[in-house]
């Protein structure tokens, strides 16, 4: 079994300041780690993965995020928040190796504030 | 590139009628996979299909069947529509045996269909 934990489903930030959205992971075997961005009524787009690679992970739009094993989490962040980079974002695990489904946290609205 | 394409984009059905939801992957991926992401929701998977069989299964109500062609695109047929089902339905395919070196299962999606039933 695996699930993601978000934590906020809304957050606010000032635009340019840090991002910082917080995702926990619980999977009984290695996890593939994932987060997604969805703009208003547009479908799922990938933002970054961690595949057991290396940790720290960079994506798209200036975002990376970090996986620690000891911490079961995997938060998403962006140094300087862009008022484009309002929209809802959900992390999201699969199991390692072949076919998995991927199970979806319940998102975290960001709001940047001009 | 090629995306995943869905269609209709947009569906208007009464209650009590029947809906017809279409994906086609992006070539080459033989995985498909059914989300519905509710309003305020987080997408829940559906149902998903390998090779032209089912996979697994979520968490689908038994008036809902899907099933996926010999060309890989999938349908997603709903039954006595109910106000509930008021949805927007997400396909996303992925290539077989977690695909590229990195072994990701990464799911692309579609846009979504959005179902509203009145």
């Known amino acids: 079994a695996q699930s993601v934990t978000q934590l906020g489903s809304h957050v606010s930030v000032s635009e340019g300041a840090l991002v910082l959205l917080r995702c926990n992971y619980s999977?009984?075997?290695?996890?593939?780690l994932f987060w997604y961005v969805q703009y208003p009524n547009q479908g799922l787009q990938l933002l970054l993965k961690?595949?057991?690679?290396?940790?720290l992970v960079k994506g798209i739009n200036g975002f990376e995020a970090e996986f620690k094993k000891s911490e079961t989490s995997f938060h998403l962040t962006k140094p300087s928040a862009h008022m484009s980079d309002a929209a809802e974002y959900f992390c999201?695990?699969?199991?390692?190796?072949?076919?998995?489904?991927?199970?979806f946290g319940i998102g975290t609205k960001l709001q940047v504030i001009p | 590139a090629a995306g995943v394409i869905q269609s209709p984009r947009h569906l208007i059905k009464e209650k009590r009628e029947t809906a017809t939801l279409k994906c086609y992957p992006i070539p080459r991926h033989d995985t498909v996979y059914w989300y519905q992401q509710g309003p305020g929701q987080d997408p829940q998977f559906l149902i998903s299909?390998?090779?032209?069989?089912?996979?697994d299964k979520g968490s689908i109500p038994d008036r809902f069947s899907a099933q996926q062609f010999s060309d890989y695109h999938s349908e997603l047929n709903m039954s006595s529509l109910e106000l509930g089902d008021s949805a927007l339905y997400f396909c996303a395919s992925s290539p077989s045996g977690g695909g590229p070196p990195s072994g990701a299962n990464v799911l692309t999606f579609g846009a979504g269909s959005r179902l509203t039933v009145l």
């Open positions: 961690y595949t057991s690679a290396a940790t």
């Open positions: 299909f390998y090779e032209k069989m089912q996979s």
């Open positions: 999977s009984s075997v290695p996890p593939y």
């Open positions: 999201a695990v699969s199991s390692s190796g072949g076919y998995q489904k991927v199970t």
